[in-house]
């Protein structure tokens, strides 16, 4: 089973608290700081599943999961959203713009794993309603 996880993140501290935990959950990680490596990172890695933080320089994370949507070999990857906007209308972006679920920070080091390990290929069926 492919556990490499793409982690697009430009905060240091947000990177290093997720990459602990899912490598200590038995992923690898890989990383990119902003929209154009995560693009070009994105269509050579074969990540399992892409962590997207949204408040990124440059492109922000909408224009990201738009673009990483429109690579042919991704059109099956989970995109999970990451952002610390708390509003309901950016969940509703995060989605029309191709992520499949949106995560909240701070990232909670107790449910971090297990709401990433939900959304992998091959896991959905335990999802609930
Ligand atoms: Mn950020």
Request: hydrophobic fraction near 50%; aromatic fraction near 0%; avoid cysteine.
């Given at each position: 089973m492919n556990r490499k996880i793409l982690l697009v993140e430009d905060n240091e501290s947000n990177r290093y608290l997720a990459t602990f935990l899912l490598e200590r959950a038995g992923f690898t990680v890989v990383h990119a700081p902003d929209g154009s490596a995560a693009l070009a990172l994105a269509a050579t890695a074969d990540p399992a599943l892409i962590l997207l933080d949204?408040?990124?320089?440059?492109?922000d994370g909408y224009a990201v999961a738009r673009a990483l949507r429109d690579l042919p070999a991704l059109g099956a990857v989970p995109i999970i959203a990451v952002t610390s906007y708390a509003m309901t209308g950016d969940r509703e972006k995060a989605l029309e713009a191709g992520c499949n679920t949106y995560l909240e920070k701070p990232i909670n080091p107790e449910t971090f794993v297990a709401e990433v390990t939900r959304h992998l290929p091959g896991t959905e069926a335990k999802e609930t309603p």
């Open positions: 949204i408040q990124l320089p440059g492109m």
